[in-house]
């Protein structure tokens, strides 16, 4: 059985589409599915992301596969300041 090769992140023969949003905040509700929903929109691949206003850090899987990666305020209060993040599409994800 032959395997696909895997694709890579970044080729010349390749194009990434690659953007950068502020925000805000992502701390209300349905803001991280937009962010999702806007990433598809646009067809991007990776996107970056400011003013997350997310506490600690982690990553979150969506439904559709996209990967989001953030990192915020490690405030033992519950404090939703500073925070950025990045969103990986399905597609590059894999990458």
């Known amino acids: 059985m032959k395997r696909s090769p895997r694709m890579k992140l ?6 990434t589409w690659i953007g950068q949003w502020n925000v805000r905040t ?13 990433i598809r929109r ?3 691949e990776i996107l970056g992301v400011s003013e997350a206003r ?3 850090f982690g990553e ?3 439904a559709k596969g996209e990967l989001f990666i ?3 305020n490690e405030s033992k209060y519950d404090v939703h300041e500073r925070g950025v993040g990045i969103m990986l599409s399905g597609l590059r ?3």
């Open 93 to 95: 994800r894999n990458a």
């Open 42 to 44: 646009y067809r991007l």
């Open 60 to 62: 979150t899987e969506l």
């Open 54 to 56: 997310w506490n600690q």
């Open 26 to 38: 992502l701390y209300e509700s349905g803001k991280l599915a937009q962010l999702a929903a806007e």
């Open 70 to 72: 953030y990192s915020g």
């Open 10 to 15: 970044f080729s010349l023969k390749l194009r």
